[in-house]
């Protein structure tokens, strides 16, 4: 079956980084794009980019272009999520989902990584 | 950038009523338009893509209709577990949510 299973809560101080992992299972990795989308405490959600996960290209948001990298390790049918120069209002859930159909649906998401930034 | 606008914010009804949930794009996005279910410390679920397909596995009192600007998810009877957030998500240049339904219990 397809899951994604993302790395663990995260503690950052602002002006740090974290990277955060999404491994895919159950399915051929590079048929579908890996999209991140974040959720603040009591918010909505946001979408931060995504990787086509079969030829490497990346697409960010104009709001994020500066400071978010994403990228993928094939072998390992993982995908990386790096945020950088962090803030208190990055305090999130962050979480990675498949991409599928011409509408760009998320069929599949992984459980959540809540990034905490605070001195 | 296109805007999506859902309504009502918060939906109160009882279990067996039909809900009826209203997403507005400030401009056309054809049927690129994607329901999701989120409950609290969950991840969002797919229901409903290409604006009335359903997903793998979603029950049939879920549908979806529209094109353009305007779009409806609809629950026939409510059940239960359906007392959660709704989301709309749209693409185009870029995609987007809405600030999403809250449908409780009555």
């Known amino acids: 079956q397809v899951q994604l299973v993302q790395s663990g809560a995260e503690v950052k101080k602002p002006g740090a980084s974290v990277k955060v992992s999404c491994k895919a299972s159950?399915?051929?990795?590079?048929?579908?794009?890996i999209h991140w989308v974040r959720q603040a405490p009591g918010q909505g959600l946001e979408w931060m980019g995504w990787?086509?996960?079969?030829?490497?290209?990346?697409k960010y948001s104009q709001k994020f272009q500066d400071r978010v990298t994403i990228t993928r390790d094939t072998p390992a049918s993982t995908v990386y999520m790096e945020l950088s120069s962090l803030r208190s209002e990055d305090t999130a859930v962050y979480y990675c989902?498949?991409?599928?159909?011409?509408?760009?649906?998320?069929?599949?998401w992984g459980q959540g990584t809540l990034v905490t930034v605070s001195s | 950038e296109i805007v999506l606008t859902q309504s009502p914010a918060t939906l109160s009804l009882s279990p067996g009523e039909r809900a009826t949930l209203s997403c507005r794009a400030s401009q056309s996005v054809a049927t690129y338009l994607t329901w999701y279910q989120q409950k609290p410390g969950q991840a969002p679920r797919l229901l409903i893509y290409d604006a009335s397909k359903r997903a793998t596995g979603i029950p049939a009192r879920f549908s979806g209709s529209g094109s353009g600007t305007d779009f409806t998810l609809t629950i026939s009877s409510l059940e239960p577990e359906d007392f959660a957030v709704y989301y709309c998500q749209q693409r185009s240049n870029w995609p987007s949510f809405g600030p999403g339904t809250k449908v409780d219990i009555k």
């Open positions: 990787i086509n996960a079969g030829n490497g290209d990346t």
């Open positions: 159950g399915y051929t990795f590079t048929n579908n794009a």
């Open positions: 989902g498949r991409g599928v159909s011409s509408s760009w649906a998320l069929d599949y």
